[in-house]
Structure formats: C-alpha cells, structure tokens
C-alpha cells in the first residue's frame, strides 16, 4: 500500500498578490469559502487535462508535466512527472564464445506521485504519495 504525506490548507481572505487569477478575483472581490473551494476545483479542469506545473529553483523555472487523473465530488486526482533521462547498460546480443559488448545509453524516465486535493467543505486536504525509501516525496 502506498503512503501519502497529509497536507491541510485553509482559505483566508488575504489579497492576491501577483497576477495569479487577478483577473477573476477582480471580477468577484467577495468570494464566499465555499465559492473559494469551487474555483480551486475548476482550475484543474476535466479529466485527462494536461498541465504544467512550475517550481522556481535558483532562478530558473523547472516543470513538471501534470495529468488529471480522475474528478469526483470536488476530489481531484492528479498525476505529477518528473521527466529526466537516467544511464543504462545495455548487453548486445553475441554468438557462442564471443564476448558481448555493453554499452552505456541514456534513457527517458518519468517517475511520478499521485496527489489528491479534497475540495470538499470541512477537508481541505492535500495528499501527496511519498517514497518511504528515501523518505522524501518522489519529486521534491
């Protein structure tokens, strides 16, 4: 069974800073919770929606490829990638008594978590799938 980190988060009525959904809080200054929660849920769009997520690391962006897997009653399921090329060794084919060549390639990996975010009213949770072997979540 795999394991998963438990985050809790908690809608406050603080300014948007930025420019994220400026436009829409704008448009809707006083926003209930629960309308707050019903956003949050349509960002993620339908199921199979592509998306990129962006993590500012020493000045530069790093992204991370983003599918939604399953959209329930305001229960999102996402998939996160973290798109690298790792080393391998590959073993040639060779005849009887002939040494076979192994050479070194590089090939596409995609390791991934998957992440729930419970829009539900009284949940407001974030679960994230962490790897127990290294203690730390797949991706960050």
Not at 29 to 57: H, T
């Amino acid at each position: 069974m795999d394991k998963y980190a438990i985050y809790y988060y908690e809608l406050n009525d603080a300014p948007v800073e930025g420019n994220f959904l400026q436009g829409e809080v704008a448009k809707h200054p006083n926003m209930s919770k629960d309308q707050c929660r019903e956003a949050l849920y349509a960002l993620f769009g339908d199921r199979n929606s592509e998306f990129v997520i962006k993590k500012m690391k020493k000045n530069r962006a790093e992204t991370y490829p983003s599918i939604v897997m399953a959209r329930g009653e305001r229960l999102v399921l996402l998939r996160l990638e973290n798109p690298k090329e790792v080393t391998v060794w590959e073993k040639h084919t060779s005849s009887p008594g002939e040494a076979a060549n192994i050479d070194k390639r590089k090939v596409p990996s995609n390791p991934f978590c998957y992440i729930i975010i419970d829009c539900r009213s009284g949940h407001n949770m974030i679960a994230i799938e962490i790897d127990l072997k290294s203690a730390t979540t797949r991706l960050i």
